[in-house]
């Protein structure tokens, strides 16, 4: 197991003892990292509401959520139709098992291609969204939708989390980002966290430019031992990459 850690208690806690024994799809290393940036947006004072779309079962959703401030609330969206009717029922049943209050988040079945950004942003309270993580049906059409669903409703300092890019199975998810990201000029790649498996693959993080460097600094800071140093080359910056097992190709 690789030995990495958010540095937030109750996340350490869920991804060392409960997070692989539940059904899902991310990698305990992304969701430390990711647990690590909620945790120093609290400790920035950067404050709102954390939002997945595709929850599944669960197992990132109760990582990100174990990471709310007081007074916010997680919301996780899902069509909870796979692969079968049982599934939000087990999502529930793990939030509950996992000290997620019923009251600090909101379950919400409905297919996020149905919902406008001002439907999501009254289930939010007209509060941001301070981390999103999407992962829902893997097409260039539903990440388009779903990036532009959110993208309104961003913190200005808030952070955009992509499952399974650069998966082997989806290689045409990636261009629905750069699409998004020519559209949205303001918005940046800030890092690739690679995969640690098939079925535990790479995301993308995304933040305005203004937080682009600080949040380098930060995932710098905390996980110097993944960094791949030839970063991503994203033509005019570099994204980082941060990487389980880091290694150069030797060339000599
Ligand atoms: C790969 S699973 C999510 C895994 C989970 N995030 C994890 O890390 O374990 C994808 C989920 O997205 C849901 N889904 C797919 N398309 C959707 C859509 N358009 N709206 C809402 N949920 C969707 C599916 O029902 C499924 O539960």
New binding site residues.
């Given amino acids: 197991m690789i030995d990495i850690a958010s540095g937030h208690p109750a996340i350490d806690r869920f991804l060392a003892e409960s997070y692989e024994r539940l059904?899902?799809?991310?990698s305990r290393f992304a969701a430390a990292i990711s647990g690590h940036l909620i945790r120093r947006q609290s400790e920035l004072g950067i404050s709102g509401e954390l939002v997945?779309?595709?929850?599944?079962?669960g197992?990132?959703?109760i990582a990100m959520a174990l990471g709310l401030a007081p007074g916010e609330k997680a919301v996780g969206?899902?069509?909870?139709?796979?692969p079968n009717a049982g599934?939000e029922g087990r999502f529930l049943a793990n939030c509950a098992a996992h000290g997620i209050a019923r009251e600090r988040f909101l379950s919400w079945k409905?297919?996020?291609?149905e919902i406008t950004s001002g439907d999501l942003r009254d289930r939010l309270g007209h509060k941001p969204i301070r981390f999103v993580?999407i992962?829902?049906?893997h097409t260039r059409e539903?990440l388009r939708n779903d990036l532009e669903l959110v993208h309104p409703l961003l913190h200005r300092d808030g952070m955009i989390c992509l499952?399974d890019m650069l998966h082997p199975g989806y290689p045409m998810m990636a261009s629905a980002v750069f699409d998004y990201l020519n559209r949205h000029p303001e918005m940046r790649l800030a890092c690739v966290i690679d995969r640690e498996d098939i079925v535990a693959a790479p995301k993308f993080l995304i933040c305005r430019n203004n937080m682009f460097e600080r949040y380098r600094e930060e995932l710098l800071g905390a996980f110097a031992r993944f960094h791949f140093v030839l970063n991503a080359d994203m033509e005019s910056y570099f994204a980082l990459v941060l990487t389980p097992y880091p290694r150069l190709a030797e060339v000599e």
């Avoid at 997945?52 to 079962?57: A, L, Q, R, S, V």
């Avoid at 969206?77 to 796979?82: G, K, L, M, S, V």
């Fill in positions: 059904r899902g799809m991310s997945e779309i595709g929850t599944f079962e197992r990132f959703f969206i899902d069509r909870f139709d796979w599934v409905v297919d996020s291609r993580h992962d829902s049906h539903c499952d």
